[in-house]
C-alpha cells in the first residue's frame, strides 16, 4: 500500500474534541470541497449537495439539534450533506445539458441515455429514489474523510442529528433537498483522548475476500 495513503488513514478518527481556536484555511477547504465534488455517482446524476454552514447563531442551533454534541460547533467548518428527495425529469434533463456542455455534444445525440436513466427511475419507487440518492451522499463523504486526511485535517462524520430540525434550520424543509450526514471539519484538540488510541479494525482477511 502507497506509505502516504496508509500514514494518513492510521492517522485520521472520528475526531471527537476539536480545537475551536485553530481554523482550516480557505485553500485548503476548497481543497476538500473540490475533491468532494470530483466523487462519483452512479449513472454520474450527482442527486446531493453540501452546505458549508459558517454563521455561528445557525451552528449553535444544529447543536441543539444535533444532542449538544460539541464538533457542532467547535470543528472550524461544519458541512451537511443533502439528498434529493426525488429525481424528476426536470433535474435529469439539467444534467443531459451539463453533460452535453461538458462533452461538446448535441442535446439530441444523448437522448438514449436520458430515456435510459428516466427508465431506471422509473421501476423505483419514490421511497427507494429517496434511499437511492442518500446512498450516493455516503460515496462522496468518503472523498471528503480521505482528501482531508491526506492534507492531515480533522473530520467527523456524523450521524447523531436530527434530520427534520436540520432541515428546518438550513431552510431545507421546503427544498427538493433533505439532511442525511453531517461532516465537522477542523483540527484536533490536544485533549481528545481518542487522538492517540489504537485504531481497531477486524484483520484484512476477515473483511477482505478474494474468490
Not at 454552514?53 to 472550524?76: F, G, H, P
Not at 436540520?166 to 465537522?184: E, H, P, Q, R, W
Request: proline share 4%; net charge neutral; glycine share 4%.
Amino acid at each position: 500500500m502507497n506509505a502516504q495513503i496508509q500514514s494518513a488513514l492510521n492517522w485520521r478518527y472520528a475526531t471527537k474534541l476539536f480545537n475551536p481556536a485553530k481554523k482550516v484555511s480557505d485553500d485548503d477547504l476548497n481543497t476538500i470541497l473540490e475533491a468532494t465534488r470530483l466523487a462519483p455517482s452512479s449513472l454520474g446524476i450527482h442527486p446531493w449537495k453540501a452546505i458549508v454552514v459558517t454563521d455561528e447563531a445557525i451552528r449553535k442551533q444544529l447543536r441543539a439539534a444535533a444532542w449538544n454534541q460539541s464538533q457542532i460547533t467547535d470543528a472550524s467548518h461544519i458541512v451537511v450533506f443533502a439528498a434529493r428527495k426525488t429525481l424528476d425529469e426536470e433535474y435529469v434533463n439539467a444534467y443531459i445539458n451539463r453533460v452535453a456542455e461538458t462533452r461538446n455534444q448535441k442535446v439530441e445525440d444523448i437522448q438514449g441515455y436520458k430515456q435510459m436513466i428516466m427508465g431506471s427511475f422509473a421501476q423505483k419507487s419514490p421511497e427507494a429514489i429517496k434511499e437511492w440518492n442518500a446512498r450516493q451522499v455516503y460515496i462522496a463523504l468518503g472523498f471528503l474523510l480521505e482528501s482531508a486526511a491526506l492534507i492531515h485535517i480533522d473530520t467527523c462524520p456524523m450521524e447523531g442529528f436530527d434530520p427534520a430540525q436540520f432541515d428546518k434550520i438550513l431552510n431545507l424543509d421546503s427544498s427538493a433537498y433533505g439532511s442525511v450526514v453531517v461532516a465537522t471539519v477542523g483540527y484536533r484538540s490536544e485533549e481528545d483522548k481518542y487522538a492517540l488510541a489504537p485504531k481497531v479494525r477486524f484483520p484484512i482477511n476477515s473483511v477482505i475476500e478474494t474468490v
